[in-house]
């Protein structure tokens, strides 16, 4: 069976989060990937009047061949985009999940 192509599902997956035509001009959304380590996030940076805004909207990792969704605070859910661009539900890991509560997930379990 060959091998999915992860790090570029992924990017692909993040990369709809990320746009020049922003509502709020004041807070930029960022792509970071770090493909070396197989490392993913989508951050919120920027100014709300006077509030700083910081934010990590979504991090990934792929380890042991899965991916590990770290944080995901999307409306969608990233593991549902994962699942639709062809990414098997025993190679997601929601790791925002406790680790004694994930094998009653439909997905792996780590």
């Known amino acids: 069976m060959e091998r999915v192509d992860y790090p570029t599902i992924i990017q692909s997956v993040l990369n709809t989060y990320v746009s020049d035509d922003s509502k709020d ?23 709300r009047e006077s509030d700083r805004t910081f934010a990590c909207t979504a ?6 061949d899965k991916i590990w969704i770290h944080r995901d605070l999307t409306e969608i859910g990233i593991a549902n985009e994962l699942l639709d661009a062809g990414v098997p539900k025993s190679a997601i890991v929601l790791a925002f999940h406790a680790p004694y509560t994930r094998q009653y997930t439909d997905f792996a379990t780590g």
């Open 25 to 47: 001009r004041d807070i930029e959304t960022h792509a970071i990937y770090d493909t070396d380590r197989d490392r993913y996030q989508i951050l919120q940076v920027g100014w």
């Open 59 to 64: 991090y990934l990792a792929i380890k042991n």
